[in-house]
């Protein structure tokens, strides 16, 4: 795996390392609470971005067993992801798609069952990317349901600004 790459791993695992240790100051209580009826728990945010990566890791996996012909990452592939980064920083709300929304979080949780989950789950990420071809790297292998086709680069950058996006909602709704 490419030094860009694993850089781009180990800035979205420093900042899950910040939010957990952060997190460590709230009781079970207040991570559970929704800021309002319609809105997520932080706990259910934390599940949210933990369902949103694992999905992407397996269309990825399933799209490799087929052995896919797949077109090298270019110019287009950056354009729609600078949307997507732009979309992450601005206020503009959309309704997360229905495999990672409301009915797929639980209603309550524990910071450390959700930490060990999700800290698992960038092991084996980690684990999991080290071991692919260098080759695919270059490919649009990712598929983002609002910007279309990545390289395995934009699926992690696309991690760290959902994380981003998130964690300004996360650090609202623990707001006094």
């Given amino acids: 795996m490419k030094q860009k790459n694993v850089h781009q791993l180990d800035r979205v ?35 949210h971005l933990m369902l949103a990566e694992r999905l992407s890791v397996g269309y990825v996996r399933k799209k490799l067993s087929f052995n896919p ?8 592939t950056w354009f729609r992801l600078q949307g997507l980064r732009t979309y992450n920083w601005l206020p503009v709300k959309l309704k997360a798609p229905k495999a990672v929304g409301k009915e797929n979080l639980p209603d309550e949780s524990t ?52 994380f981003d996006r998130h964690l300004r909602q996360i650090q609202r709704s623990l707001r006094p």
């Fill in 111 to 162: 910071l450390a069952d959700a930490a060990r989950q999700w800290l698992a789950q960038r092991a084996e990420l980690r684990t999991w990317l080290s071991a692919l071809p260098e080759e695919l790297f270059k490919k649009e292998l990712y598929k983002h349901p609002l910007a279309g086709r990545q390289s395995l680069y934009g699926m992690l950058l696309f991690f760290e600004g959902h």
């Fill in 13 to 47: 695992d420093t900042k899950l390392q910040r939010l957990l240790t952060d997190l460590q100051a709230y009781s079970e209580a207040e991570l559970n609470r929704k800021p309002s009826p319609e809105s997520w728990s932080v706990l259910q945010i934390m599940h």
């Fill in 69 to 76: 012909t797949l077109p090298n990452a270019g110019l287009l």
